[in-house]
């Protein structure tokens, strides 16, 4: 059975960095594309950040430069890297499996909250 | 960036209503769109892809239509479990979400 898992959220700081870690179980995660989406509270989803089973990776303009994303193949786990957080980063953070470019089986979030 | 426009933002509905939701992408992105659901404090869930391929396990009275820069979500007949946001998402380049269609009760 496909199972993701996040972890790391919590209050962090302005400025500040967070680690995001997504284990997943029923699958490779090396052998897919995987994808992180947010959800700022009380609005709508944003796609933040892909890796190809390739390797390569991508990004939406609100966090390139900033956030980074990776994966343990060893440990089955993807992460996001998140640095010079703002109080717009302030979300429910999602990983997501990506079948056919689409986000088919989705993890049930992690609550990331920057705030002085 | 490719843009999303969902519409209407709000839709009020009762049980057994056929409801539309509609969906414009700011370019063509041929058929490469999905619809999901999602209720509250859950995660999303795909109903669509490729625009209008029912994925595995949704009810058969969701359907999805359109090309280009025009898709629709339709409906057949609201059920209770239905009232929830339905999001578009295109996946052409790389992956934009429309704002999103909440589905409440009349």
């Known amino acids: 059975e496909v199972q993701l898992v996040e972890s790391g959220g919590g209050l962090v700081q302005p400025g500040g960095s967070l680690r995001l870690s997504c284990a997943a179980s029923?699958?490779?995660?090396?052998?897919?594309?995987m994808s992180w989406v947010r959800q700022a509270p009380g609005k709508g989803l944003e796609w933040v950040s892909v890796?190809?089973?390739?390797?390569?990776?991508y990004y939406a303009d609100s966090v390139k430069g900033r956030f980074t994303i990776s994966r343990d193949n060893s440990k089955n786990t993807l992460y996001l890297q998140m640095n010079s957080l703002r109080a717009e980063d302030t979300a429910v953070y999602y990983c997501?499996?990506?079948?056919?470019?689409?986000?088919?089986?989705w993890g049930k979030g992690t609550t990331v909250t920057v705030s002085s | 960036d490719i843009q999303m426009t969902q519409s209407p933002s709000t839709l009020s509905a009762s049980v057994g209503d056929r409801v539309t939701i509609t969906c414009r992408a700011s370019?063509?992105?041929?058929?490469?769109l999905a619809w999901y659901q999602q209720k509250p404090g859950k995660a999303p869930k795909l109903l669509i892809y490729?625009?209008?391929s029912l994925e595995s396990g949704v009810p058969s009275r969701f359907s999805g239509s359109g090309s280009g820069t025009e898709f629709t979500l339709t409906i057949s007949s609201l059920q209770p479990d239905d009232f929830a946001t339905y999001y578009c998402q295109q996946y052409n380049s790389p992956w934009t979400f429309g704002q999103g269609t909440k589905v409440e009760i009349k």
């Open positions: 490729k625009a209008s």
């Open positions: 997501a499996r990506v079948i056919g470019l689409t986000l088919r089986f």
């Open positions: 029923g699958f490779t995660v090396s052998s897919n594309y």
């Open positions: 370019q063509s992105i041929s058929s490469w």
């Open positions: 890796i190809y089973s390739g390797g390569s990776t």
